[in-house]
């Protein structure tokens, strides 16, 4: 007879580099800190590092640019509306950014997962949680012209495949339209430094 064998609990915590512990499974917003979400976000790579260029393009860099296009094409959006641009993938820091084809082979669970981090991310920052439709669309068409930009400048899509993907897009202001055309990923740290700055440029 085989004596048992010892099987350690499962861990559903996430040590973070401030010293919190995230509950995965019950995430609690007095656990959330903006350095790890930018730490975090910087490090991990949107196209599942399928770009260009000497640098992986990060989550962190994208925050930042979603929330540039907000605020080009939504003038009046507040600082609240801005902050929700800015962290409208925050959950990525824990969960990381998985593609779309490979959320939906996942199934609810994992969405139910993402949304009550993201909730708890809200809830931390004074953000309401839903959003109401017209600011949830708003960022939604952003995220959708960002991820435009960077699959045509950087991950190797068509133009004709951008649209495809992407749909029709809108033209977005100078000099902004010139950036997001020539767009190149920046070095961990100066998107880790981007982020914290538009943060703080928005609390």
Not at 117 to 139: C, D, N, Q, W
Not at 156 to 172: D, K, Y
Request: some cysteine; charged content about 20%; aromatic content about 8%.
């Amino acid at each position: 007879m085989t004596a048992p064998t010892h099987k350690p609990p499962l861990r559903a915590w996430q040590r973070m580099l401030s010293g919190r512990r995230l509950d995965l499974l019950n995430p609690s917003p007095a656990d959330i800190e903006i350095e790890d979400i930018a730490h975090g976000l910087a490090r991990v790579a949107r196209w599942n590092g399928q770009t260009l260029g000497k640098h992986a393009f990060s989550v962190a860099q994208h925050a930042v640019l979603v929330d540039d296009i907000v605020a080009a094409l939504e003038p009046v959006a507040g600082p609240t509306h801005r902050l929700a641009a800015l962290l409208h993938d925050a959950a990525e820091y824990v969960v990381g950014d998985l593609i779309s084809p490979f959320k939906a082979a996942i199934g609810l669970d994992y969405k139910a997962f993402e949304d009550r981090l993201l909730e708890a991310i809200h809830v931390r920052f004074s953000i309401p949680y839903p959003l109401p439709e017209s600011v949830r669309a708003g960022i939604k068409k952003a995220d959708r012209i960002a991820a435009f930009h960077e699959a045509t400048c950087l991950a190797g899509f068509s133009l004709n495949e951008g649209r495809e993907f992407f749909g029709p897009q809108v033209a977005l202001p100078e000099p902004l339209s010139s950036r997001v055309q020539q767009l190149e990923a920046i070095a961990v740290e100066c998107a880790q430094n981007a982020f914290i700055e538009r943060y703080k440029s928005l609390v």
